[in-house]
């Protein structure tokens, strides 16, 4: 099980660093589905098998497939690496590297002093809907009205204009 | 099941978070840096994840399930966003974002 | 013992009676919603969303007096949760008529404008009462969410003159959501060190040894809430944001948008010893200090007065932390007081500022040069004088509100002797007038032979006034708010 | 309950007056003038009236009970000399703007009003937050004033105003509530009561802190060297009736802070720091008799002497004895007459030639020789020539001062020689010499007229009764000024307002 | 009668409210009379004081009027004192300043500004007569101010010239430069003796100070700091000459008769505190003796008719200081009243001269005018033999006092008498230069030269001639002011040193003959020599004490106020507005629009934000 945890972890690490260095969209996006399921198996490992599912569905497939389709919408893709690789060339990556290597320096600072293992025993659908539906009540609803305002918004942001606008 | 050091899974959650930065300050592809920021969101998530299965609670899932749902909202909004973008600027440079400074 | 320990956790009917307000919002936005469905009738929209509010609000007032109910596991609406919902509410109706003048002759629809606005309402109430980070989590995205919306709002129309409203809800989008992560990632390794999400919990935290995993939390979670106080360094994206919304939008993020964080971070700093840890301390003390000296001087020479306001803001926010930070030095309530008063003042003149604006703007030409506003003394007398009122009260001048806000702030940092955040006050101020003066001046000078028509409008110009009203109320006669202020001290 | 009719006659009047241009733009003046002249009656009527307690006037009531904040007004003989003088130079001032003024008169009357409320208000507040509130108040309509009717720097000079001012006065109000806190922990209540104030026990810095805040307000209005620089700028710039109401009675309310709060609130930091305090009021008064000899401009060269004139106030103060406290009073009230006569005199001028350069002037005794006469007069009242208030006030003040420090006095009191070498060095440059009117167009250049000298001859007048029988004011004044140097004017006001 | 007194000054102040009331818009003739009236009749009263006075026998009276003011146990009051001394004061102010508005309604007679002109020397008299009835330093000072403002107004009454308004302007702050130092004395004897009254604090003084202790010293030298302001003495002497400048009455009333000896009155009535200081009243001795000395030698170089006169003044009252330094006060104030006489006169006829000769005041551009200007010529011949101290001329008998008790002082007696002789010898070379070259010689100019008629004229100045031949009778009573020098009464000294008293004045007129009237010696051949050519310079520059004042004080304030204009001050809170300014440039750099910017700062904050935290 160990095992399995540091080694979805480089997948996951690997995986996530292709996305950012990726110039062909697509592959990037690919990249980040792996990550995304790498670290749904990290979620099993740990005990945590309906974040798992939620990560591996609705992560790794619903969100990313609407990136898809904005993406196929804007035509992006194997057209524009030229592009990409154009923007990614130089040193802009210097600084904004050097800076997060010094964040992830410091979180790790830190984050080694922490002690302590992994749930021993799985916390699972049961008891997470039990939590949910108990003290969490109002946090679903909450996040419906979150879902709602995402919805509202992106309807009136992306609806196709009127006929005769364009 | 093989307990994991609760470090290991919170070094790991920012090595993802730093990356997931990265690509936000590197990429001028508005489409990346949405992306990116989906990384990043993913690393909080691992982290509550990993908290919560520290303390063998559920709330580190019921976490990362508000997260997954604010990533969703957050990604719709930000797509429609970059439609729009796209319709007004024919690119999704991010850098053409840059007529109010000063 | 939080109320998150028990596993069988039930709500009882007794229990929802502190959430009326909110669920007056909630039930007016879905109202709201089917309304447009059936049919597009903007006044009636308007109507419904102003009722709601005006109920929610009320319910929030009739709540206010009485004791603090029990916390539930997510929020806790005490009084000092109603009374800034009454004041959410309130603003909110503000922004709402604001708004009525600013879409007037708008070419697409205007009713979600509205719809947004009451979602946003509801996730800066669920702030107000939040005491839990997943409710924190929530209240703010909530607000965030539809804020994008309403920053973007005019995206579709014809008439919009450029892409400032899309580049500025972009903007705000993409840092609001890595704030969001730090907030985020910070609170996951608090979780991780205490095994608590209430804020309560927060106790918890390591203040001796091992304090590194404290600090380090604490400053993601600090830096994600000074991204939305816009307190340096994170305040870079507040000029080009609220320039590019329209009006309404950037009155509503201003002042609702500020507060309600603001209540929230008054909250863990007076219930917890959230900044007994001392670097965090300091960190506060220094995001205090350089948001004031920044804010002020970005704002100096500064000609667009949605800028000008969105840098002065930056310095507002500034001398608010002053109180926040005495709020934990201090034995007594006064600077908790303080932080309420100035609250108060401070929506009350941000959003008279930027109701003129609105008032003057619409979705088509944003009157947000202070040159527009040349000779507006002499053409609009009492618009100009509701507005040199709000600047005045900005800058913490006598028989305004802003004074008494200021005096406050002065009070609570003398009680805890923070001199050098004090002096730092001072200074700002003395920069700050010098853009308010600009601005006056401006109003001042006799109009110039080709001025363009000055907008009119009922529903906003009878805001400004009441701001106006209120404005100099509070700043002759402000006992009766500082009674209530005591009383729902937290 | 008169006070508070004073300050409320002044709001209302203000609102009256800017209301009254809608009916015809010649009314606010008179509305104007028939409220303060109202004002000064009342005030009058203050002479006779029996001192309670020391206070010939006292109006308390609760205003902000959380911080024991009460509408606590009173007024004692030195209060009132204060106030009369107040509208004495307020209808003075709306005698200079009468005819200069045209452009949004009422909204110009309504500003003056309410500065002049202010004013009193600070005069009479015996309330801390109270003063600070007026101290305030007063500023924004002069702001106003010297913005809008201004002359061609006016922005600089109404921000350069408005920012030295309020930034002082915001130091001040941290010392206040300073003060006010350590009453807190001392007595275990708030208050901002005057009378509470004065019992407050400070440790040795603290109080000098304290007390420095406190310095730094008045001083800037006052003005002392180094706070003085915004009112060059502030008096060239205002309108004749703004530089009036700036130099006769604005100036005044800080010299007024300093006799009634600066030093009675700390007695010994106050004692501490006299030698500082005088040391700054010495180089004031030779410093700027310096500067304002080279000046070209006309009311500049005037505001400077006036920074000059204040010094031997702060000088007179900080000796704290009787002598020098009414030789400070003194002063001020006729550096009030002479200043604001001087200004309204540049103002005249500059109303009929249109500028203020006095290099381009000269020779005018003979076109305007009332015009001449009377600035004579207010030039040598200004360089304290005996017989005139000016000369009563410093001499006294040196008198007192040289009693508690007689390096500094002696170095004071050659800003004697340089108050004639300035004052005599107008007289040349604007009213000897040689007429030529190629720098200007003569042709307005008219004397006096009638209506203008009967406020001339009332100044004048005053100050020749200042001069030859000051006993009236001292007479007024010396109670108040006996009880302060007591330490007592605590003990004999009525009872403060608890919460 | 004595209780009239107030009526003296009262009536010139009147005349002074009346001229100023009517703006000039009074005719001559009412202006005339009221000018010269008012001082008339305060002669009038003057007068029957003196006589009541002389008669009653009292030492001094008081009359309170008001209280001035009365703070704190400083109460001066408006009250007039008279006693000997201020007795002769009143007497030669209003009697000699009668003459003068006499004369002076005929020499104005033409001047636009007639009224003016009374109006300021009214409020002269006015000041002057408080100057020395007042009973208290403060009225005093009153006075004192007083008269050195109507100086300056009259010196300035002819304001076109610029020249004019610096001589008067000159006038004036010089003088201020004594006036403060008076003044700081008046501060110091307060705040020692607690009153300014000065029959009280001289008393005090008395009682409390031994001789020659610091306080009395240094009080003593602060008074007389004003007086030689006033009375133009070393080192303030700079500001007569140039006082000139005004209309000739006016040198003569103010810078010869009246005010120029205010400085020789105070010090007469502060005489007590004076010999508490033995050292300072030496002092003033020898004060007294260099300034005769140098505006001696000046005198002899000037051309100028007034300048001449105006160095002579300042020599004669160099006089009266020796006088009054070597404790024959009763001489100095006699010196002082015959002075008024004889300069009067002299400045009076000078004045005829002038305006006979059209405003011609440069000496070698006269000549021959005995005949042409009979009545000037009288004039100069008595007062010069007065003013050279001609045996029984007026002159002749103060001089004497002054220079035999001079002469008694021990240890630099036989100094302080030389130079007092030798400045005599000087002072009858000058005086008679004067006379010789504007009235014998050839005529170098203004042959159409013809005397100004008028009663007016003409009648002040007999009897001033009168006055200054045969003044040196009267007697002045003044022993019971200065009883405390009694023993100066008898005076021995041998006939030798007399005759060379008497004599030197008159071998001074001799040379002058030789020089001027006969033209046996040549002037310029002894200005041929180089060093006798730098000498005149020298001399002709009033021993260069301008230049040296310029180069001390006028020019540094001058460079000071022109670099300074702007105030110095001022630069630093331009500098906080320009520090701000550039911040704010600075910081608005940051606000560049690019959005991954605005992330990195982010990111960078939040970077700094823990660094700080951690390493705190």
């Known amino acids: 099980m160990m095992l399995l945890f540091y080694l979805a972890a480089a997948v996951a690490v690997i995986a996530t660093i292709g996305v950012i260095v990726q110039t062909n969209i697509v592959h990037a996006l690919i990249y980040l589905i792996l990550s995304l399921l790498a670290v749904a198996v990290i979620f099993y490992v740990l005990g945590a098998p309906l974040a798992a599912m939620l990560e591996a569905i609705v992560y790794a497939g619903a969100i990313m497939v609407l990136f898809l389709f904005v993406i196929m919408m804007l035509n992006l893709g194997q057209s524009t690496r030229q592009q990409e690789r154009a923007w990614l060339a130089g040193r802009g990556w210097i600084v904004p590297a050097l800076l997060a290597a010094v964040l992830l320096g410091q979180l790790l600072y830190v984050l080694s002093g922490v002690e302590g293992m992994s749930a021993a025993e799985q916390v699972g659908v049961m008891a997470v809907g039990t939590r949910l539906f108990g003290p969490y009540v109002l946090a679903v609803e909450l996040a419906s009205i979150l879902l709602l305002a995402g919805l509202i918004t992106a309807y009136h942001l992306a609806r196709k204009p009127k006929a005769g606008d364009e | 099941m093989g307990a994991i050091p609760v470090e290991h899974g919170l070094i790991l959650a920012g090595i993802l978070f730093s990356l997931g930065l990265i690509g936000v300050l590197t990429r001028r592809n508005i489409v990346f840096v949405l992306m990116s920021l989906e990384v990043m969101l993913n690393a909080c998530g691992l982290a509550f994840i990993v908290a919560g299965s520290r303390w063998e609670q559920a709330d580190g899932q019921i976490m990362f399930l508000l997260i997954l749902t604010l990533a969703a909202a957050e990604v719709a909004v930000g797509l429609s966003l970059i439609i729009q973008m796209y319709r007004r600027f024919q690119t999704v440079d991010i850098n053409v974002l840059s007529e109010l400074k000063g | 013992m939080t109320p998150l320990e028990y596993a069988g956790y039930t709500m009882s009917a007794g229990d929802l009676i502190p959430l009326l307000p909110l669920l007056a919002v909630t039930a007016s936005s879905i109202w709201v919603m089917m309304a447009i469905g059936v049919k597009r009738n903007y006044p009636f929209i308007l109507g419904s969303t102003v009722g709601g509010l005006l109920i929610a609000g009320l319910l929030a007032m009739n709540l206010l007096p009485g004791p603090a109910p029990d916390s539930m596991p997510l929020l806790t609406m005490d009084p000092y949760a109603q009374f800034f919902t009454v004041l959410i509410c309130a603003l909110a109706i503000g922004v709402s008529l604001v708004g009525h003048n600013y879409w007037a002759e708008f070419d697409d629809q205007r009713e979600e404008f509205l719809l947004l606005l009451l979602l946003a309402t509801l996730g800066a109430v669920v702030l107000a009462g939040a005491n839990h980070f997943a409710s924190l989590l929530l209240g703010l995205e909530t607000l965030s969410m539809s804020l994008y919306g309403m920053l973007a709002y005019p995206v579709q129309s014809e008439r919009a003159p450029n892409g400032h409203a899309l580049e500025s809800a972009v903007k705000y989008l993409i840092l609001s959501a890595v704030s969001t992560a730090m907030i985020l990632f910070g609170v996951a390794l608090v979780y991780a060190e205490t095994g608590s999400l209430s804020f309560a919990g927060l106790e918890g935290l390591p203040a001796g040894p091992g304090i590194g995993i404290s600090v380090v939390a604490l400053l993601l979670i600090s830096a994600g809430v000074a991204f939305k106080l816009s307190l340096f360094p994170f305040h870079i994206w507040t000029p080009d944001v609220y320039q590019g919304a329209p009006a309404p939008a950037t009155a509503y993020l201003a002042t609702i948008g500020k507060i309600a964080v603001f209540i929230v971070l008054l909250r863990v700093v007076v219930e917890t010893r959230t900044l007994g840890i001392a670097p965090v301390a300091v960190v506060f003390s220094l995001l205090a200090l350089l948001s004031i000296v920044a804010g002020n001087l970005l704002a100096l020479l500064q000609d667009n ?150 907008r009119e409008g009922n529903a906003a110009f009878s805001v400004v006034l009441v701001l106006f009203m209120l404005l100099v109320l509070f700043g002759v006669y402000p006992a009766s708010l500082m009674n209530l202020i005591q009383a729902i001290a937290l | 309950m008169i006070l508070t009719w004073l300050i409320a006659l002044l709001f209302v009047g203000g609102l009256l007056a800017w209301f009254s241009e809608r009916i015809d733009p010649a009314w606010p003046r008179w509305v104007a003038l028939a409220v303060l002249t109202l004002e000064l009656l009342m005030m009058l009527s203050l002479l006779g009236a029996a001192p309670e307690d020391g206070w010939l006037a006292a109006y308390n009531h609760a205003w902000l009970p959380r911080f024991g904040i009460a509408l606590h007004f009173a007024a004692d003989g030195f209060a009132l000399l204060l106030l009369l003088l107040t509208a004495f130079l307020g209808i003075v001032a709306v005698g200079s703007a009468w005819s200069e003024i045209n452009y949004r008169s009422g909204f110009f009357y309504f500003n003056l009003l309410w500065t002049l409320a202010g004013v009193v208000g600070v005069f009479t507040a015996l309330d801390l937050f109270l003063f600070f509130f007026f101290w305030e108040v007063m500023l924004i309509p002069m702001y106003f004033i010297i913005a809008i009717w201004g002359h061609e720097n006016k922005f600089y000079a109404a921000k350069k105003f408005f920012i030295f001012t309020q930034v002082s006065g915001l130091i001040m109000l941290v010392s206040i509530v300073v003060l006010a806190w350590f009453h807190y922990l001392q007595f275990g209540f708030f208050s901002f009561a005057y009378q509470d104030l004065l019992n407050v026990g400070m440790n040795r810095s603290m109080e000098m802190w304290v007390m420095l805040g406190f310095f730094i307000g008045f001083a800037t209005k006052l003005p002392s060297v180094p706070f003085h620089n915004w009112l060059p700028d502030a008096h060239s710039q205002a309108p004749s009736a703004g530089s009036i109401i700036l130099a006769g009675v604005l100036l005044k309310t800080g010299a007024y802070g300093l006799v009634r709060f600066a030093v009675p609130l700390f007695p010994t930091a106050a004692a501490e720091f006299a030698p500082v305090a005088m040391t700054l009021a010495a180089v004031s008064i030779l410093y700027c008799a310096k500067v304002a000899f080279a000046q070209a401009d006309f009311k500049r060269l005037i505001a400077y002497t006036s920074v000059s004139h204040m010094g031997f106030v702060t000088l007179g103060v900080y000796a704290w004895n009787e002598l020098a406290l009414q030789g400070a009073v003194m002063t001020m009230l006729a550096h009030g007459l002479s200043s604001a006569a001087l200004f309204m005199l540049a103002g005249a001028l500059q109303h009929r030639i249109h500028t203020r350069n006095m290099l381009e002037m000269g020779g005018f005794w003979g076109r305007v020789p009332r015009m001449s006469a009377v600035a004579l007069f207010f030039s040598i009242a200004a360089l304290g020539m005996p017989g005139l208030g000016n000369f009563v006030g410093e001499f006294l003040a040196l008198l007192g001062a040289f009693q508690a420090n007689q390096v500094l006095t002696i170095v004071s009191a050659f800003g004697l020689i340089f108050a004639s070498v300035y004052s005599l060095w107008v007289i040349q440059k604007v009213f000897h010499g040689k007429y030529s009117d190629k720098a200007f167009d003569g042709s307005h250049l008219l004397d006096l007229d009638n209506r203008e000298m009967v406020y001339y001859a009332a100044m004048m007048a005053g100050l020749v009764w200042m001069g030859v029988y000051p006993q009236s004011f001292l007479d007024l004044s010396a109670p108040a000024l006996q009880s302060l140097l007591e330490g007592q004017a605590g003990n004999v006001v009525i009872g403060a307002l608890r919460p | ?591 560049t629009g690019y959005l991954r910017w605005y992330a990195l700062s982010m990111a960078a904050g939040l970077v700094a934000l823990i660094a700080v935290g951690v390493l705190l």
């Not at chain 3, 309420?340 to 619409?362: K, R």
């Not at chain 5, 010696?521 to 041929?528: D, N, P, R």
């Not at chain 5, 106020?561 to 105030?567: I, L, P, Q, T």
């Open chain 3, 305 to 454: 007065l949605k800028r000008i306001l969105a840098y002065s803001s930056i310095a507002h926010m500034g001398y608010l932390l002053i109180a926040i930070i005495a709020a934990f030095y201090a034995e007594g309530p006064i600077s908790v007081e303080a932080v309420s008063f100035y609250l108060f003042a401070y929506v009350i003149m941000t959003l008279g500022a930027f109701g003129v604006v609105s008032l003057l703007s619409s979705d088509a030409q944003e009157r947000d040069s202070i040159s527009d506003y040349q000779g507006m003394f002499w053409r609009r007398p009492w618009l100009a004088a509701a507005f040199t009122g709000m600047l005045l009260s900005l800058a913490g001048i006598p028989l305004t509100a802003g004074f008494i806000g200021k005096f406050y702030l002065v009070l609570a940092g003398v009680e805890s002797g923070l001199w050098l955040l004090l002096a730092a006050l001072v200074v700002g101020s003395g920069i700050g007038l010098y853009y308010y003066l600009r601005i006056v001046y401006r109003m001042l000078l006799p109009e110039p032979a080709d001025a363009p028509e000055l």
């Open chain 5, 1 to 591: 009668m004595l209780d009239l007194i107030w009526l003296l000054p009262t009536f010139p102040l009147l005349g002074f409210l009346i001229l100023a009331l009517t703006e000039g818009k009074l005719a001559r003739g009412p202006a005339g009379w009221i000018g010269a009236g008012s001082v008339g009749l305060s002669f009038a009263v003057a007068a029957l004081v003196a006589v009541s006075f002389l008669q009653s026998g009292i030492e001094s009276h008081t009359v309170p009027i008001w209280t001035w003011m009365s703070v704190a146990g400083f109460d001066p009051g408006v009250n007039l004192y008279l006693d000997g001394l201020s007795l002769v004061m009143i007497l030669v102010i209003t009697g000699v300043g009668f003459l003068i508005h006499v004369y002076s309604t005929g020499y104005m007679a033409d001047d636009p500004d007639f009224s003016r002109f009374f109006c300021y020397m009214n409020l002269f008299v006015f000041a002057m007569l408080l100057l020395v009835l007042g009973d208290n330093l403060l009225l005093l000072y009153l006075g004192w101010e007083g008269v050195g403002l109507c100086s300056y107004l009259l010196i300035g009454f002819w304001y076109d010239d610029p020249y004019n308004g610096y001589a008067a302007r000159k006038a004036f702050v010089v003088t201020r430069v004594g006036d403060t130092a008076m003044a700081i004395g008046l501060f110091l004897l307060f705040a020692q003796l607690g009153t300014l009254n000065i029959q009280e604090m001289l008393h005090a003084a008395e009682a409390e100070w031994p001789i020659g202790s610091t306080l009395p010293a240094i009080t003593a030298l602060l008074l007389l700091g004003g007086a030689v302001g006033k009375s133009a003495q070393l080192p303030l002497q700079t500001w007569l000459p140039d006082a000139m400048a005004g209309p000739t009455p006016i040198s003569a009333l103010i810078h010869a008769a009246t005010m120029v000896t205010a400085g020789v009155y105070l010090i007469a009535r502060t005489h007590t505190l004076f010999e508490l200081a033995p050292d300072i009243q030496l002092l003033v001795a020898w004060v007294g003796l260099i300034t005769l000395l140098m505006a001696g030698f000046t005198a002899m170089t000037q051309n100028d008719i007034k300048r001449i006169l105006a160095y002579s003044t300042v020599s004669q009252i160099g006089y009266m200081f020796l006088g009054l330094g070597v404790g024959a006060w009763s001489g100095a104030i006699f010196h002082l009243m015959t002075h008024a006489f004889f300069k009067a006169l002299l400045f009076l006829g000078a004045g005829a001269v002038i305006l006979s000769l059209h405003h011609e005041q440069d000496i070698f551009r006269m000549g021959a005018k005995r005949k042409q200007l009979p009545v000037g010529f009288l004039c100069f011949l008595i007062g010069g033999l007065a003013l050279t101290a001609f045996p029984y001329t007026s002159g002749y008998f103060s001089k004497d006092e002054i220079l035999i008790a001079a002469l008694e002082v021990e240890g630099q007696g036989l100094w302080l008498w030389l130079g007092g002789v030798i400045g005599a010898f000087f002072t009858g070379i000058y005086t008679f230069r004067l006379f010789f070259v504007v009235f014998f010689g050839e005529s170098r100019g203004h042959h159409d030269a013809i005397e100004v008629k008028g009663l007016n004229i003409a009648v002040p100045l007999f009897i001033l001639m009168a006055l200054s031949l045969f003044g040196g009778w009267i007697p002045v009573p003044l022993d019971a002011v200065f009883s405390h020098g009694a023993e100066h009464e008898e005076h021995h000294i041998s006939a030798f040193m007399h005759g060379v008293m008497i004599a030197l004045p008159l071998i001074g007129i001799g040379i002058s003959y030789l020089f001027y009237g006969s033209g046996t010696f040549s002037v310029e051949k002894l200005m041929s020599l180089p060093a006798s050519r730098a000498l005149h310079r020298f001399w002709d520059s009033g021993w260069g004490m301008d230049r040296l004042y310029d180069l001390l004080f006028v020019n540094p304030f001058l460079y000071l106020a022109r670099v300074n204009a702007k105030d110095i001050v001022d630069a630093f809170y331009d500098m906080l507005a320009a520090i701000s300014r550039a911040g704010h440039l600075l910081i608005v750099r940051t606000q």
